[in-house]
């Protein structure tokens, strides 16, 4: 029978990262999948719980949580509404978040750890990826190459001057603030945070999944990533958009189509 358990971890600034897991209690484990979330994204949006159900169901335990500074609360899980917490956020928080969840999982639960990162946690898994020997596998899902792109170079010096740029919510239409404090934690670990470089570096097997009619995240970037590491195994996924169909609330009973050909294409590659 399909399960699924809540978690909690606090990371440094004290903010709760609020997480679960989803397995089938009646079989084998094979491994255990942390999924990463992207940018304005959390662990509840969609499709996501389906997707956990369905790999839960091949005999995987999945494991999905809300990066501490998502922006979602427990009051309110299903959309982002704490925008002090969203402006506040930087990479170096995502990154320690990522490995809070990583020790958590490597100290309860003895199987193999597999990382599935979306967008902009596609990123953030590549990096770790390259840094982390606990992870066996990874997987993007329409992966960033460089954190930068999620904001526009011509914005940096009013971002600096006045500390703070707005983001639109593509759905509810909401400005969403960004504190400089991105953009210097950025610039101080330029090299850490340097997402192709890391990408040369990833040992493990590694599959990019991306659409190619992406309109977030172009194509072209998931080609960029396989030239630099090309043990990596990329596919297409034609006619997909950046999240392959899925929507918020998504209420239908099946997974998209697209969303579909991805997981069968991630559990083939499992």
Known sequence: MIQKAQFT?????????FGDYTLDDERAILGTIIFVHGFKGFKDWGAHN???SWFAGKGYRYVKFNLSHSGVTEQNPNDVTDMEAFASNTLSKELNDLDLVIDYVSKNFES???LIGHSRGGGLSIVKAA??????????WSAISDFSSLWKKEQEKEWQETGTIYVENARTK???????TLLEDFNEHKEEFNIL???????IPWLILHGDDDVNVNFSVAQKLAQKQLKAKIQKIEGANH????????HAEELPIHLQEVVEKTLRFL
């Open 197 to 203: 470089a890391a990408a040369k570096r990833v040992s």
């Open 50 to 52: 389906k997707v956990a």
């Open 243 to 250: 999240v392959y169909g899925a929507s918020h609330p998504y």
């Open 112 to 114: 193999p750890v597999i």
């Open 9 to 17: 971890l606090t990371e440094t600034d004290k903010k709760i990262i």
């Open 174 to 180: 909401e400005k969403m603030p960004l504190n400089s």
């Open 131 to 140: 840094n982390d020997s606990r992870i066996s596998k990874l997987i993007t």
